[in-house]
Structure formats: C-alpha cells, structure tokens
C-alpha cells in the first residue's frame, strides 16, 4: 500500500476563536435540565401555550396560494406597510415602509446587523448591565469594545453614570425597555435623559423594543420612536414572536432613518438576505386586526398577577415587575447557595427551572436573585406555584 495513502491526514488549522469566553448559553443549559428531570421550565422566555389559529391557518393559505419563493430582501411590501402604519398609530413617528422597515430573522439579528452596520473596530458601545446575554458577543463580532454601566439597586438606569463613561471613541448606546431581564421600564423621564445625551455626543442608539405589549398597571411603552432627537438616530426593533406567541417562527423587524437603512440592509441581504415569505404574508394580513396586540398587556398583567400573587406566600422576595413576562425574585431567605447553583438545585430538587441573574453579568456576581418566565398556562403557573410553596 502506498505509504502516503496509509498515513493519518494532517491535523484542521487551529480555530483562534472570536469569541473565547462564550461557551453553551445558560439558557439552554436549563432547559436541557429541565426536559431531562421532568422539570416545569420557568426558565428560559417562551410562552407553553399556542398561537391564534387564524395566524396559523394564514401561513397555510399563504403557502398552499404559492407564496414560497424568495420576497424582496427587505421584506413584503405589504408588510413593511402593515408595520409602519401600525407605529405610526402607537407611536406618531412616521415611517416610510420602502426606505425604512426592513424585516429580520429574529430581533438578534437585527440588533446584529444594526451593530454591524454602524460600529467599526475600536468602536465603544455602552450597554446596561445586567443585558441580555447576545449584547456583549454582536459587540465583540463588530469589532466594537462593550462598556458595561451597571444599573442601580433598585434596577433603574444611572444617567450621571452613563455620561461618566463616554469618552471620544463611543459610537453607540444599546437600550433595551421593557427590560429583559429586569422587567423594568424606560420612563419618559428616562428616554429624554437618554435623548439629551445622544445628541450632545453624536450617538447611535440601537432600542431593543421586543417586549413593547407587555407594559403594565396601564402605562404606555415609552418608545424610542416617540423623541423625534431618538428616532433620528435610532434603529428601533421589535419581535413579531413576542407579540404573537411564536418565537420559533424568528420574524422581527428595524424601523430607521432611510440612510440608516441603507446601512443596515447592505448587511441584512448578505447575512440572511430575507425572511421566509409565508409567515410574512401570514403576519401582513393578521395584523389588520390590532387587537390581539393591543389585548397583549392585559393578557400578560393577568398572568403576572396569578403569578406574583402565588409567590407572596412563599420566602421569595419579589422585585417589581413593570413589563415583559419575566419576574425576578430575591431567594436569600431560602438559601445562601449561589445563583448557578441554586437554579441547579431548584431544577432538581423543586422541579421547577429558573435562570440565575449572574447570567446577565460580564463579572462575577451573586445577590441571590433568579428570574421566573410567567408566559406560560395557568395551570402551568398553579402546577409551579404548588411546588415552590414547599420552600
């Protein structure tokens, strides 16, 4: 046999990783754990309950009327449409649906394409901490270096703080409100401190707006589109799979300034191009009717409420929860192991999956706090409430 056939090929290059510190995200991991014990899974944010049929049965006319080929890379007209007309009756910002909506797969990737289309190497992005975990690794991926202004005690964003940490190379701001994984709100208060700081330094903000519908006690959502400095330099975002229960589906969407999506799209047609074209369809002509979105924050008040009020016999310290469906409790007085291992030992032991709030963090960090996902059945609610009435 020739010797050379026989040898063992050559090792494949050594990958230098572009992101070494990111390993499996907590978020899988716990739902992994979750599935494997049989726990009721509280942790990770998606809703156990389905969508409107009609939303189903308009994806399967869509599909069965011929509408599987690729749409244009921006999206359906007629929903880029259906989105700008919906924004400017919620909001009073107008925007042109053709220079500037563009529909995405998913909100994380909008916010990455947005990063990507703005940010250059060396570039700063401030980002309040805790964040969701996909902030920090689309800075690191644009070349940009994240500086994190941590919230205070009470989860409300430090404005004195935020100005302290601009300096010359900051290029952008990333907002997200309602908060995940807070559950705190932006005020109005809060967004013209935001606005003034913007202007004065010549930012970009990126406003992740995903949980919009879910804003409690009947106060507005404080969008970035309704300070005309704000939007005019701002990509704002929301998720069609938080609105409508189908976040599996992976449609969003980016309102901007038209030379901001002139950016923006030349990244989005070479990153996915576009988004499938039924469900787009399917989203055009159920949004026609506003209120499964508009019933959206008394749908989710309801669900918080049973939730809270069954949590107020237990030793959980409850935080505020002021929107999205996510309800961070205080467990001190339960136990002092640290978060990762009481969301660990929760899962075993209670049967019911959490996410430990040192996920959202860059350092180390341990104040006894996990986050609950209240987007679920009632009885799924009852059924977890019942178990952690035995702490």
């Known amino acids: 046999m020739n010797a050379a056939l026989s040898s063992a090929p050559p090792p494949a290059p050594t990958i230098e990783s572009r992101l070494p510190r990111v390993g ?39 599909m069965r009327s011929g509408q599987n080929q690729y749409p244009p890379m921006a999206g359906l007209p007629v929903l880029r449409q259906a989105i700008a007309d919906k924004v400017a009756a919620l909001y009073g910002r107008h925007y042109d649906a053709n220079t500037e909506i563009t529909v995405t797969a998913g909100a994380t990737q909008a916010i990455f394409n947005a990063l990507l289309a703005v940010v250059r190497p060396g570039d700063e992005v401030i ?3 805790p964040c969701y975990d996909s902030y920090i690794p689309n800075i690191l991926l644009a070349g940009g270096i994240p ?21 010359p190379r ?27 700081i913007a202007l004065a330094n010549s930012l970009f903000v990126i406003s992740d707006e995903v949980y919009e519908h879910m804003v ?4 507005p959502h404080q969008s970035a589109c309704r300070f005309p400095g704000l939007a005019a330099r701002s990509f704002v975002i929301s ?14 969407y980016c309102a901007a300034p038209a030379a901001m999506t002139v950016e923006l799209r030349k990244v989005h047609q070479f990153n996915v191009f576009s988004v499938n074209t039924p469900v787009q369809q399917a989203l055009a002509d159920y949004m026609k009717d506003p ?6 924050p008394d749908f989710y008040q309801r669900k918080r409420d049973l939730f809270r009020q069954g949590l107020a016999s237990t030793r959980f310290k409850l935080y505020p929860c002021e929107g999205t469906y996510f309800q961070m409790v205080d467990y001190s007085a339960i ?13 075993r032991e209670v049967g019911v999956a959490a996410i430990p709030m040192s996920a959202f963090y860059d350092e180390p960090v341990d104040n006894g706090v996990v986050r609950f996902c209240f987007a679920k059945r009632d009885e799924t609610l009852q059924a977890a409430l019942s178990q952690l009435a035995r702490l």
């Open 216 to 219: 409690f006690d009947g106060q």
């Open 24 to 62: 499996t995200t907590i978020f899988t991991v716990m739902s992994a754990l979750a599935t494997e014990l049989g726990a009721i899974n509280l942790g990770q944010g998606f809703p156990d309950f389905d969508c409107d049929p009609r939303l189903i049965d308009a994806v399967t006319h869509a």
């Open 291 to 296: 209120q499964p979105y508009l019933e959206l």
């Open 127 to 129: 980002v309040l901490e």
């Open 170 to 196: 900051t290029r952008a701001i990333l907002v997200n409100s309602p908060h995940n994984p807070t559950g705190l709100t932006l005020s109005d208060e809060d967004m013209r401190q935001l606005e003034t």
């Open 239 to 252: 998720s069609f799979g938080k609105t409508y229960h189908v976040t599996g589906w992976k449609v969003a």
């Open 335 to 347: 136990s002092s192991l640290p978060e990762a291992e009481f969301a660990q030992w929760l899962t």
């Open 147 to 167: 500086v994190r202004v941590p919230m205070t005690e009470a989860f409300r964003v430090d404005w004195s703080a935020v100005a302290a940490a601009l300096t």
